[in-house]
């Protein structure tokens, strides 16, 4: 038998990897988690986790258990609903970045609609910049997007890194301008790829602009450029860039769910919300 409690540590340290954000986001001492991880891995006869003084990674073992745990969880959340007999009503108005148009947040959205069928959930599908200034014009309910590199609010889903993406195919030229696939302003990733380019004195040119996901991704499996993409959300058909190119290392990034004002109808869909896409969290990003 698994541990609830170990498990949805679990899945906060495989999401964040960081024993402290993980903790942070529970509330727990890192004590606390490192001793719930150290259990489950002794209850599964498996190592789960390397880390050492500079990085947190999930083992094969790891990645296997990411969907135990979730079903476990979704199991037993389902089974305290059904028994509490308390059901969610109200309209709620979630923002999601561009990004997870290709993931399989439409499956935790289904789960969410399905366990609480009296929620008007309404989707807003927008870039990241774009949706935070919604949510600060009272807009928009809970929020799904990037953390902009000078805010420290948000509850962190997970944190990744930034790569350069492209077609199998192409070949850049390094005595000549490196071509962009972009979003339109605000996006967060097109101004971290600019001022990246320029601190590291590289030459750029806007090869392509487009507000859609499915845009950028057809311009650059065309060829027409490089885009900055989430590591664990390359697109099919696209491609990590060789760092032997000489691109600057983009950073990392971190996805982080933020609550706006809302009133006491939205509040409660909301929290359910955000524990759902917290539970699900391994789905939002490809295999």
């Not at 476990?72 to 561009?98: M, Q």
């Not at 009296?118 to 200034?133: K, P």
């Not at 057809?218 to 060829?223: D, F, I, K, L, S």
Request: hydrophobic share 45%; net charge positive.
């Amino acid at each position: 038998m698994f541990d609830p409690a170990q498990l949805r540590t679990f899945l906060a340290v495989a999401q964040t990897l960081s024993f402290t954000q993980a903790a942070h986001r529970l509330g727990l001492r890192q004590s606390t988690v490192s001793q719930h991880v150290r259990k489950l891995e002794d209850a599964a006869g498996r190592r789960l986790f390397t880390r050492d003084t500079h990085a947190v990674e999930l083992t094969e073992d790891g990645e296997a258990m990411l969907g135990f745990a979730r079903t476990i969880l979704e199991a037993n959340e389902r089974a305290a609903g059904f028994f509490a007999g308390t059901r969610l009503r109200g309209r709620l108005r979630f923002g999601a970045s561009e990004d997870f148009v290709l993931t399989r947040m439409p499956e935790v959205l289904e789960e969410f609609r399905r366990e609480h069928p009296e929620v008007d959930l309404e989707l807003t599908v927008e870039l990241s910049g774009t949706l935070h200034e919604l949510l600060a014009a009272g807009r928009l309910d809970l929020v799904l997007a990037k953390r902009r590199p000078d805010e420290a609010r948000g509850r962190l889903v997970w944190r990744d890194r930034l790569v350069w993406v492209g077609a199998q195919r192409l070949r850049l030229d390094p005595r000549r301008p490196v071509p962009l696939v972009v979003y339109p302003p605000p996006a967060l990733t097109r101004a971290r790829a600019l001022e990246t380019l320029e601190r590291a004195g590289r030459e750029w040119r806007i090869a392509c602009t487009s507000g859609s996901l499915n845009g950028l991704i057809a311009a650059t499996r065309a060829g027409l450029g490089v885009m900055a993409h989430t590591r664990g959300m390359i697109p099919p058909g696209l491609v990590r860039i060789s760092s032997r190119v000489g691109l600057p290392e983009l950073g990392g990034v971190e996805f982080v769910l933020l609550h706006g004002r809302a009133g006491r109808a939205a509040r409660g869909p909301a929290e359910a919300l955000a524990d759902a896409i917290l539970a699900g969290g391994d789905r939002l990003q490809l295999p």
